[in-house]
């Protein structure tokens, strides 16, 4: 039998933007990180929660976290279960980071895709 996973429900358990002055030519830094965790209340469901800090020093800073809570059916390895769980949280958390910067006297982020499987595999590092 295939394993099928299921969204449960999303939410973004932090949205934080913090300006630090005006425009700076310095490079914005992003980095990602993951957890991964059983839901208290319901053994049965997993919960993925996906970070992104960005900061352009001397400009602005933030921070997106958001988590979905996912069942599934059937047999899978542990591993592909998270890495489909974070294929389907990311384009949440880069639609955010794109609105949160979409604003006046910043310059837009738009986070190309991302390969999931290395981003794991860095993750757990």
Request: charged share 25%; net charge negative.
């Amino acid at each position: 039998m295939d394993c099928v996973l299921k969204l449960n429900a999303l939410v973004f358990d932090d949205i934080t933007f913090k300006r630090l002055g005006m425009h700076s030519d310095n490079e914005l830094e992003i980095s990602f990180s993951v957890s991964i965790g059983t839901n208290i209340a319901d053994q049965d469901i997993k919960k993925v929660s996906v970070k992104v800090l960005g900061e352009k020093r001397e400009e602005y800073s933030f921070e997106i976290q958001a988590s979905g809570f996912f069942s599934f059916e059937g047999n899978a390895e542990d591993s592909i279960i998270q890495q489909n769980a974070v294929a389907i949280v990311m384009p949440y958390i880069r639609s955010e980071v794109s609105l949160l910067t979409a604003q006046p006297g910043v310059e837009p982020v738009v986070i190309p895709p991302l390969n999931i499987a290395e981003m794991m595999s860095d993750n757990k590092r």
